[in-house]
């Protein structure tokens, strides 16, 4: 059966993007990028390297010379895989707080997505990848053969951020990680490149009750489609018929 090659997922923060690409990906033999790790990766070295974050110029050209690698895990201790930043370890690291609060900013400088994203652009060519984050099915890979737009409440995501921090063992305060999320969600869906948005030919599913095993469900019926010529993206349908 034929499958999708390029398959795009996007959401806001904590709508299960990542769990659900890393499973799908695994599940297809396909490559994993989570590209949300390339945008954490350059906040992080910012902030060491002590580039004030709202220096728009110093950031963008620290985005178009840093080295992002990312590999298969590295080290045993529950990463799905290893972020290398000019050959530094920083796994954990683009995690911390800090990061969560400068990446959306960050991430909103037009020089800084178009170094990023012509790189994912290059990993997309080659295809068999799952890749995720929020503007990949509209301006990253618009020709993605499947494209998903996942979903859940902004309370409903907060509380899955919250848990996910308290089990890797950190202090963490609801309020405070709803209030970030809902920071986030508005820097992300506002900005003027790129905003997250679902692409027009995206299937939008909407996780809040779901679990991960009924959205990976889904997720794989509409693999399945794709094969049996059920779902086309518009840019194949245009390719198709000219
Ligand atoms: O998915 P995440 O929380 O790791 O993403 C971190 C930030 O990076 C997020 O606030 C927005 C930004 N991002 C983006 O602008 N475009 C992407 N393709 C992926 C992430």
């Known amino acids: ?19 659900i690409g890393g499973l799908l990906a695994e599940r297809l033999g396909y490559l994993y990028l989570d590209t949300g790790v390339m945008y954490r990766a350059v906040t992080w070295a910012a902030l060491v390297r002590g580039i004030p974050i709202d220096d728009e110029a110093a950031v963008t050209a620290l985005a178009r010379q840093v080295k992002i690698e990312i590999l298969r895990p590295t080290v045993q201790d529950g990463r799905s895989y290893t972020v290398l930043v000019d050959g530094q370890d920083v796994t954990w690291e683009i995690r911390q707080p ?26 997309g060519r080659k295809g068999r990848i799952v890749m995720v984050g929020r503007d990949i099915g509209t301006v990253v890979l618009p020709r993605a053969d499947l494209k998903i737009y996942l979903d ?58 779901l679990t991960i095993e009924q959205v990976l469900d889904r997720v794989l019926a509409l693999v399945d489609d794709y ?10 349908r245009e390719e198709n018929s000219s």
Not at 227 to 235: E, K
């Open 227 to 236: 094969g049996r010529g059920r779902r086309q993206s518009v840019a194949n």
């Open 1 to 19: 059966m034929r499958r999708p090659s390029t398959i795009a997922i996007d959401g806001p923060a904590a709508s299960g993007k990542s769990t």
């Open 152 to 209: 859940a409440t902004l309370e409903e995501r907060a509380a899955r951020r919250y848990r996910e921090v308290v089990a890797r063992g950190e202090q963490a305060d609801y309020e405070q990680v709803l209030a970030s999320v809902r920071r986030r969600d508005e820097i992300d869906s506002n900005r003027s490149v790129a905003p997250l948005r679902p692409a027009d030919d995206a299937v939008v599913i909407d996780t809040t009750t």
């Open 98 to 123: 800090e990061v969560n609060h400068a990446v959306s900013p960050v991430s909103a400088y037009p020089g800084v997505r178009a170094a990023l994203s012509a790189q994912q652009r290059r990993m």
